[in-house]
């Protein structure tokens, strides 16, 4: 079974970084596609960015050029580097996991494994 722990939350100011890590056990990232969401109170679970088993990354409009998703194969963890925040950026992050790719790589119903979230708060 797989189990995913998100890490690496935090607040900061705008303008600032922070690196989430998703550390996974049961199974083996290189083998997973792998994404993270955020949710905010009030709104629906939006999907942040995904890689594909092969390695290839998608990325939403919202964080393109500031957000990169990437895996460490070794260490089995999947990593998200935020930099430039935004206060809009504020939310609970998670990460998932699915066995297999989804058509819609950046849609919640695709995932079947998911993290308890971690939360990252940032400032004007």
């Known amino acids: 079974q797989v189990q995913l722990v998100e890490s690496g939350g935090g607040s900061v100011q705008a303008g600032g970084a922070l690196r989430l890590s998703c550390s996974v056990s049961?199974?083996?990232?290189?083998?997973?596609?792998m994404a993270w969401f955020r949710q905010a109170p009030g709104k629906e679970r939006e999907g942040v960015a995904s890689?594909?088993?092969?390695?290839?990354?998608y990325h939403a409009d919202s964080v393109k050029g500031r957000f990169t998703i990437s895996k460490d194969n070794a260490k089995n963890i999947l990593y998200l580097q935020m930099n430039t925040l935004k206060p809009e950026d504020t939310s609970m992050y998670y990460c998932?996991?699915?066995?297999?790719?989804?058509?819609?790589?950046?849609?919640?119903?695709?995932?079947?494994?998911w993290g308890q979230g971690t939360q990252v708060t940032v400032s004007s």
């Open positions: 998932a996991a699915a066995p297999s790719g989804p058509l819609l790589r950046l849609w919640a119903g695709a995932y079947n494994f």
């Open positions: 049961g199974y083996t990232v290189r083998t997973l596609y």
């Open positions: 890689t594909d088993n092969d390695g290839r990354t």
